[in-house]
């Protein structure tokens, strides 16, 4: 069945640090990749996604390529702020949206 | 676009008693729906598929019984936890599907005494 694994938090950076969380993924098909952030108390945020090969998805400075040959989805940014402190999810599904499989999250710690 | 509201945020209840969770789409119709729960620091575990105007697709080894699903309209599908015992407690977060994508909602606590 399909799967999504991420790299095992927390992970704690200092601010304007520059930010990798790897995520990769098996799936039969052509699946839409997803990050999703969730803050504290609070439910899933949309990041960005992507639905084909070489597709990229950014968004507040956040990036992540759709990597076919690896099988791969790593999360990107720049430079991060305290604000990005968050648990963050990799997930796939379906072309159709549906049946979304989730990674195990991210905890992400931004020091000022 | 694309919001999701749940209601209520959070809830306390006595064991035995059952509870209404709404999961509303705002600003935009969603023939599906989905409900997952949380535990303390983990993922989320996918309950049920609810589809509007039909029955809600359970996932293996949820009481279909004990967690009523109804999704009466394009904006407004309800979880209720019947007969609520404490291992009921968790986090319980609904989305709704437009363009290809799951909206979701900022979810509900539910402690049960």
């Known amino acids: 069945g399909n799967s999504v694994t991420q790299m095992e938090g927390p992970v704690t950076l200092s601010e304007e640090a520059f930010l990798t969380i790897n995520c990769t993924y098996t799936?039969?098909?052509?699946?839409?990749l997803f990050w999703y952030v969730q803050y504290p108390g609070e439910g899933l945020q949309l990041l960005l996604k992507?639905?084909?090969?070489?597709d990229k998805g950014s968004n507040k400075g956040f990036e992540a390529t759709y990597r076919k040959e690896t099988t791969s989805f790593h999360l990107e940014k720049g430079s991060v702020q305290v604000s990005d402190s968050a648990v963050y999810f990799c997930a796939l599904s379906d072309r159709d949206g549906n049946k979304l499989v989730f990674g195990a999250g991210t905890i992400l710690r931004v020091k000022s | 676009g694309a919001v999701v509201s749940q209601h209520p945020s959070w809830v306390i209840c006595k064991s035995g008693t059952s509870v209404k969770i709404e999961c509303r789409s705002l600003?935009?119709?969603?023939?599906?729906m989905f409900w997952y729960r949380q535990f303390p620091k983990q993922s989320l575990m996918l309950m049920a598929t609810s589809n509007e105007g039909s029955k809600a697709t359970y996932e293996q080894g949820v009481e279909k019984d004990k967690f009523l699903i109804n999704h009466a309209s394009l904006t407004l599908s309800t979880l209720t936890v019947t007969s609520a015992h404490p291992e009921d407690s968790s986090f319980y977060i609904c989305?709704?599907?437009?363009?290809?994508?799951?909206?979701f909602g900022p979810g509900t606590r539910l402690l049960v005494l």
């Open positions: 600003d935009f119709q969603a023939t599906t």
């Open positions: 992507a639905t084909k090969a070489d």
């Open positions: 989305s709704a599907l437009t363009r290809e994508t799951q909206y």
């Open positions: 799936a039969t098909g052509y699946p839409s």
